[in-house]
């Protein structure tokens, strides 16, 4: 065995040749709210496949659920493996790794940790067939692009593995620590809490995107119009998608665009929305409307850390922020809705339609600003007399209270307890 690649296992491990090491040490883990469901896997002989978008907190979750499996003696020992390392990635479509590690831990009863396994050429059969000796081990994987995952992993693992997709952290997850000021700005990557240069981490992370994960593994060759679009796409955050305009703008076909568009999405930077629709005639059915999945992001993309108070694009930071804690409920505590936005074509507008079906949906509106008195905007009345939810939420800066407006139930709740609002949609989708 290659002894600069041993050299690297030993580093990654050290509870290998020194047994009284930890395994893993985890001195700022925040616990995510999805450690409960990894933890119902922890009888099942599926493997465990971890998505989502670098530095989210994957590998830290699947090492504080190793610690979990090693302390409760479930396995013996884990062996953990980086394929960000060229030795790693060259040793694992070797012919003699299953015995080589059988060599290193003088045991079949262990954990398999495989991180960023997309970099893998064939990760989905070397897993398949690691898979199929029915050892008895826990392999756990984790992947920041969901086209790779999708093209390498998942086709042939059916039937043999359970995935999660694990996003940067909420704010029921922060708790005392959200900070309106650093989430709304900074966002919500676990590492944005330790640093104290937030912008030049956000830097790095945006370069490392386009450079490994665009440039690298996607083989984008345009990796400059990438980023103009990048650019675009966090102007027009919360907007109607133009697919030519952007075209234009980008000078590339429409085509080209929609390819991006679905490369964003994939490698969990952007989320579509698509509209709610019921009366045809008069709503707008077709477009659909982009978030950045993180506002650190997309205020990296706009190279915008201003402060709030002087930035014109609050109510969008707002909006955008709402929209990124929703869909991290839905994500986190597996709700069975999907996010729409309702517009008419007259204008009438409601932000989010959080919809589970025609007698469960409820709608999400975000005002950002000084209320005196309980009040909706035109057309979330038009909405409520058409639709007559059982309920509804309206974010606002410092109003908070319930009152009923057009027989419904209006839940106003200030975004700086944003968390009162993410509990109120939750006990309403585990009620219905």
């Given at each position: ?149 999708k093209s390498k992993v998942q086709e042939h693992l059916t039937g043999r593995h359970f995935e999660a997709l694990i996003l940067p952290l909420s704010c029921q997850e922060l708790g005392d620590r959200w900070d309106f000021h650093v989430n709304t700005l900074y966002g919500s990557y676990p590492q944005i809490f330790l640093e104290a240069e937030k912008t030049l981490y956000l830097e790095n992370l945006y370069k490392n995107y386009i450079n490994k ?50 490369i964003l999405e994939n490698t969990y930077v952007l989320k579509a929305i698509t509209p709610f629709t019921g009366n045809k005639r008069t709503e707008i059915t077709s477009n659909p409307i982009y978030y950045f999945l993180d506002n650190g992001f997309r205020n990296q993309a706009l190279n915008n850390f201003s402060a709030l108070e002087n930035r014109t694009d609050l109510g969008l930071l707002i909006e955008g922020f709402v929209f990124q804690e ?107």
């Open positions: 065995m290659n002894t600069n690649l041993l050299t690297t296992i030993h580093l990654a491990n050290p509870w290998l040749k020194d047994p009284t090491a930890p395994i893993f040490w985890l001195p700022q883990y925040v616990p995510r709210i999805q450690f409960s469901t990894l933890q119902k896997q922890l009888s099942s002989s599926l493997m465990m496949l971890l998505t989502g978008p670098r530095q989210a907190g994957k590998t830290t979750l699947a090492r504080r659920f190793c610690q979990e499996l090693v302390d409760t003696k479930a396995y013996t020992t884990v062996l953990y493996l980086n394929c960000d390392e060229a030795l790693v990635r060259e040793w694992l479509t070797g012919s003699h790794v299953l015995h080589d590690i059988e060599t290193i831990l003088h045991t079949r009863h262990f954990i398999l940790f495989i991180d960023e396994v997309q970099r893998l050429e064939t990760p989905g059969l070397i897993l398949k067939a690691i898979y199929d000796l029915h050892w008895p081990i826990k392999i756990i994987a984790t992947g920041s692009s969901q086209l790779e995952i994960d665009i440039i690298e593994i996607l083989q984008v060759r345009n990796a400059d119009t990438m980023r103009h679009l990048l650019g675009l796409m966090a102007h027009a955050a919360g907007q109607l998608v133009n697919y030519q305009q952007l075209a234009t703008d980008c000078r590339v076909s429409s085509p080209t665009i929609q390819h991006y568009l679905s929703l869909y991290k409920l839905k994500i986190q505590y597996a709700l069975d809705f999907e996010i729409h936005y309702w517009r008419t074509k007259s204008g009438a507008e409601v932000d989010f339609v959080l919809y589970k079906n025609q007698a469960c949906f409820i709608p999400v509106e975000v005002k950002y600003r000084t209320f005196n008195a309980p009040k909706i905007s035109r057309g979330f009345r038009s909405f409520l007399q058409s639709y007559a939810p059982k309920r509804a939420i309206i974010i606002t800066k410092d109003w908070y209270g319930d009152s009923i407006i057009e027989g419904v139930t209006i839940h106003f709740v200030p975004f700086s307890t944003i968390s009162t609002s993410m509990e109120l949609v939750r006990s309403f989708f585990l009620s219905e």
